[in-house]
């Protein structure tokens, strides 16, 4: 079983619908991330968490918000879904406690808003 | 503004030969340097990563080298491989003790021909 999952896989909405994606983890890691990934501009940060009660805004937050239910899940909603937040979106977690931290990423939400 | 730049967006070569990937940063604040690779369909994994305090780090067929008065990195692969294909990502973290808050590249996209 994959250590990050991500729900749903892919997404179809349109223009001022509220969507949630969803990030699992099983690594038991305590900070979690939320990107999207655009072409030609890479993975940008939109929020992130380093523990159950922390919640931080990224490069991208506006338009997005996030909810922190428990050390595995890291939840990202859109409250008024804009065509221009088509894009791909990966969850990613990290161990504070590891030597060398490294973020790993869940499989991506590929999400289109019409 | 693009503090983390790969400059280009592809790459071609020959099976067997050497793969040189290269990445430019602005922010002198960045302490650690990674690379991820990303195939389709999958979210980036970890390839290798560098700390400041060195200029090179090894890792079988992948190196990374860091220089820190050009603000420059580069992953070198070499021999290359089929399935060394794909999109690579460098990322800057302005924490020397591992990836948090990550800066992306763009991306460059590496085709390695039979």
Redesign the interface.
Known sequence: DAD?TQTPRNRITKTGKRIMLECSQTKGHD?M?W?RQDP??????IY?SFDVKDINK??ISDGYSVSRQAQAKFSLSLESAIPNQTALY?C?T?DRA?R?????????TRLLVL | DQQ?K?NS?SLSVQEGRISILNCDYTNSMFDYF?W?KKYP??????LI?ISSIKDKNEDGRFTVFLNKSAKHLSLHIVPSQPGDSAVY?C?ASP?R???????????TRLTINP
Not at chain 1, 100 to 108: H, K, S
């Open positions: 990050v900070r991330y990107y030609g501009l890479g993975l940008r940060l992130y990224g490069e990966f990613a990290s590891a060398r931290e490294t973020q790993y990423f869940g499989p991506g | 983390v790969q967006p990674l991820y369909a999958e979210g980036p994994t970890f990563s990502f990322a924490n003790q591992g990836a948090q808050k990550l800066v992306f590249g763009q991306g």
